[in-house]
């Protein structure tokens, strides 16, 4: 599912960037194009779901943050600032070098920065206020090993616990060593409203297979979207604590 979604937000991205250079189009049609990318943006940050839309607003508003410094600026210095962070910009793949914007563009491109960060400062205070309520605690295991484990997440909505195993993988780079974290969903556990937060945690850990490895629970009440919100700002959360 997130796979699809992020598909569609990637064509979206896409086409709002190609209305910048397509001379031929009706400067009103445009408009109206990057409206509704941006609204649909606007929605889903209003809906408290941030991935990948906020992810996107950033990507989009570094996008057209250097479109518009390649308008003022001679290229030899554009290449020179942007040195070699094309690949950073997945979302829209490599900037077209020697591309010319007319003056409509440019003025189109500035006008969609003004409409773009009023959406972007609303996706970050989300954020922000999610990982303020979020916090992870060790219930079993020893936080010295940091290689493997498991991460219990409370999905509100569903009045369950989600159950995944992670393993972490170092990447090597020109500069240094990058961590990065892979999750496992391995089953749901429901919520009881009878029983102490402690037996659960017990319940918890005696359906886990290796019980000498870390178990992080996420502790949060927030019943925001699961799989575009809370679940994400926790793998987040885990990567934080297993980088220290």
Known sequence: MITLINLRYNTMNRQLID??????????????????????????????????????????????????????????????????????????????????????????????RTQLYPILDEGIAVYEFVD???????????????????????????????IYSFHCILFKTDEAPIKSVKTLFLQSLPMSNTESVTSQFQTIVDNITNKTLPVYYCNTDLDFPYEETIFQIARKKLLKVLSM
């Open 19 to 112: 209305s910048f250079t397509n001379s031929g189009e009706d400067a009103e049609i445009t408009t109206y194009k990057i409206l509704g990318v941006l609204k649909e943006y606007l929605t889903n940050i209003r809906r408290n779901k941030l991935y990948p839309t906020l992810t996107d607003l950033v990507s989009l508003s570094v996008r057209i943050e250097s479109m518009i410094i390649q308008t003022l600026e001679p290229k030899e210095q554009f290449d020179n600032l942007c040195g070699d962070s094309d690949e950073d910009f997945s979302v829209f793949g490599n900037l077209d070098a020697g591309e010319v914007y007319s003056d409509a563009s440019t003025e189109l491109l500035k006008w969609t």
């Open 132 to 162: 303020e309520n979020m916090d992870l605690q060790i219930i079993n295991g020893n936080s010295f090993y940091k290689d493997n484990g498991y991460l219990i997440i409370p999905e509100h909505k569903t009045s369950q616990f989600n």
